[in-house]
């Protein structure tokens, strides 16, 4: 399956780069939704930094095909949504998500 992706690689800046790879849905990278939900688990592998990333717009259903998510660089999802950027480095176990005026909070860590 081909992706078109709503930012092309040229568009693609380095802002927030060495902090390795993450999990973020086509919600995000295709449909161009802002992260709408974040949170880190304990990392899969080494290149893994636990980050999952979600427009919140995502059913069970959706999340349960594979092919609506991927792996990318952090610094990728940050061009997609800068605002995670000041979130990055909190520790494994930190959720968070948009409140009601749209800004991204922690609601766990």
């Known amino acids: 399956m081909v992706k ?14 060495g902090y390795g790879g993450c999990i973020a849905t086509d919600q995000i990278t295709v449909e161009g939704n802002l992260v709408g939900y974040m949170y880190r ?12 990333f ?5 059913t069970q259903e959706y999340m349960s095909e594979p092919n609506n998510h991927s792996v990318y660089d952090l610094n990728t999802i940050a061009n ?13 176990g ?15 860590e």
Do not use: H, Q
Not at 80 to 92: A, G
Not at 94 to 105: A, S
């Open 41 to 52: 688990e304990t990392p899969s592998n080494e290149m893994d930094n636990g980050w999952r």
């Open 4 to 17: 078109s992706f709503k930012l092309s690689s040229d568009e693609i800046t380095p802002i927030a780069v």
């Open 80 to 92: 997609y949504d800068p605002e995670i950027i000041p979130f990055i480095e909190l520790p494994i």
């Open 94 to 108: 930190t959720e968070c998500e948009r409140d009601e005026n749209g800004v991204l909070i922690v609601i766990t």
């Open 54 to 58: 979600l427009s919140g717009y995502e």
